[in-house]
């Protein structure tokens, strides 16, 4: 079983900037893929970004290529989201998920998942 706990939200006004943090313990293999979800308030959980553990070759949803990033700390077993430049927009309970396939997770079906983490942005 892999388990994963995300941290790292809060309220920020417009403009500010949170990095989100996901921990995961148990069996994970560096061919893992890691991603961000979010979710706000009545809709459905949207893919935000993703990246393999085994490189650092990343993907992002459009509306927030530039502004946020991904990023892995193997040492750790630790994935972060950087987020600047936030908008209200970007309002929303973020995921963590992870499973060997990069095509799984990428549609929202990933083995594993966090409780995630609300990040409030305030105009």
């Known amino acids: 079983q892999v388990q994963l706990v995300e941290s790292g939200g809060g309220l920020v006004q417009a403009g500010g900037s949170l990095r989100l943090s996901c921990a995961a313990s148990?069996?994970?293999?560096?061919?893992?893929?890691m991603a961000w979800f979010r979710q706000a308030p009545g809709k459905g959980r949207e893919f935000v970004a993703a990246?393999?553990?085994?490189?650092?070759?990343?993907t992002y949803k459009d509306s927030v290529k530039g502004r946020f990033t991904i990023s892995r700390d193997n040492a750790k077993n630790t994935v972060y989201l950087q987020m600047n430049s936030l908008k209200p927009e970007d309002t929303a309970v973020y995921y963590c998920?992870?499973?060997?396939?990069?095509?799984?997770?990428?549609?929202?079906?990933?083995?594993?998942w966090g409780q995630g983490t609300q990040v409030t942005v305030s105009s």
């Open positions: 998920a992870a499973d060997t396939s990069s095509q799984a997770i990428l549609i929202g079906t990933g083995a594993y």
């Open positions: 148990g069996r994970t293999f560096s061919s893992y893929t």
């Open positions: 990246i393999r553990w085994g490189s650092f070759v990343a």
